[in-house]
């Protein structure tokens, strides 16, 4: 983020962020670059558990103590998150989740 602003949107214009560049922290990328354009929902495996977007500091995979952490909600690591089938859910990643980064995607989990 540009160290000039103090916030996502008056730095990009946005508040939300997608899993574009890579496939990280069992999350599955959306685009794959920054300037790709999204799957169609019928090409996702999983379309309920497909996170396309969410708050810009949604990585699951971050520490409850860590600032970055702590969007809404100051005690928990939840997030508005948006799903490849249109649906919305201020969501919570699993504890467990906390330090991961190379576990892979996978339509049978809880979320890809």
Request: no cysteine.
């Amino acid at each position: 983020m540009n160290s000039n602003v103090s916030n996502a949107y008056e730095s990009y214009g946005t508040s939300y962020l997608v899993q574009y560049a890579s496939n990280s922290f069992a999350v599955e990328s959306v685009t794959h670059d920054a300037a790709a354009f999204l799957k169609r929902v019928s090409e996702w495996q999983a379309p309920s558990k497909k996170i396309i977007l969410g708050d810009w500091v949604w990585h699951g995979n971050r520490k409850i103590e860590n600032s970055k952490t702590r969007w809404h909600d100051t005690r928990k690591r939840k997030f508005n998150m948006l799903f490849s089938d249109g649906h919305v859910k201020y969501y919570g990643f699993p504890l467990a989740m906390e330090g991961w980064q190379g576990k892979a995607p996978n339509p049978n989990d809880e979320f890809y």
